[in-house]
């Protein structure tokens, strides 16, 4: 199999509904419950605003929404199998800073390389325009922040979640082509 990273189309939409909706699953069951993780996917991740997101993305030179796909599929009804998505925008209070705001992995994939392939290719890019590249992670996601740290980044703070009461988030930190 061909594991292809590209920009995300609107095609592409109901396949990133998904696989966030999966890998929601598998990271935060156990810390916020089944019906939290249903109710902030249909939330966060609602087909129109995918679909804004991605068109959006599609005309900047500063964002990108980029998925990572298996040519052929290992379900012959399909020609692909999404295994990924990565979104990044520019930081709000700092132009030489992009926000990693989503990057999510099908949980069946998980350490098969879909993650590094999508972070590569939003750090391809995302090189004009940043030196650095920042991403928020709930601190009881562990499998996100080995991957993170994994992968060069650096906790540079930690801040409460608006996502739930007593819950903290990590903020990580890459510097790009160093």
Do not use: C
């Not at 249909?42 to 005309?59: F, K, N, P, R």
């Not at 992995?105 to 972070?119: Q, Y």
């Not at 992670?137 to 080995?146: C, D, K, M, P």
């Amino acid at each position: 199999m061909t594991r292809d990273v590209r920009r995300a189309t609107v095609d592409d939409v109901w396949a990133v509904h998904e696989v966030a909706r999966q890998s929601w699953h598998a990271a935060y069951d156990d810390v916020l419950g089944p019906e939290t993780v249903d109710a902030v996917v249909d939330e966060w991740y609602a087909i129109g605003d995918l679909e804004s997101s991605i068109t959006e993305a599609s005309g900047r030179d500063d964002a990108a929404f980029l998925v990572a796909e298996d040519s052929p599929a290992t379900d012959p009804a399909f020609e692909t199998d999404y295994d990924g998505f990565a979104h990044a925008v520019p930081w709000p209070e700092d132009s030489s800073v992009a926000f990693l705001a989503r990057l999510y992995v099908r949980p069946d994939g998980w350490n098969e390389g879909t993650g590094t392939a999508l972070l590569e290719g939003l750090e391809t890019e995302l090189s004009a325009g940043f030196d650095r590249l920042r991403l928020a992670v709930l601190a009881a996601n562990e499998v996100g922040i080995s991957f993170y740290e994994s992968r060069g980044f650096d906790r540079i703070g930690t801040r409460p979640s608006d996502l739930a009461a007593g819950l903290e988030e990590h903020v990580y930190e890459k510097r790009l082509f160093e």
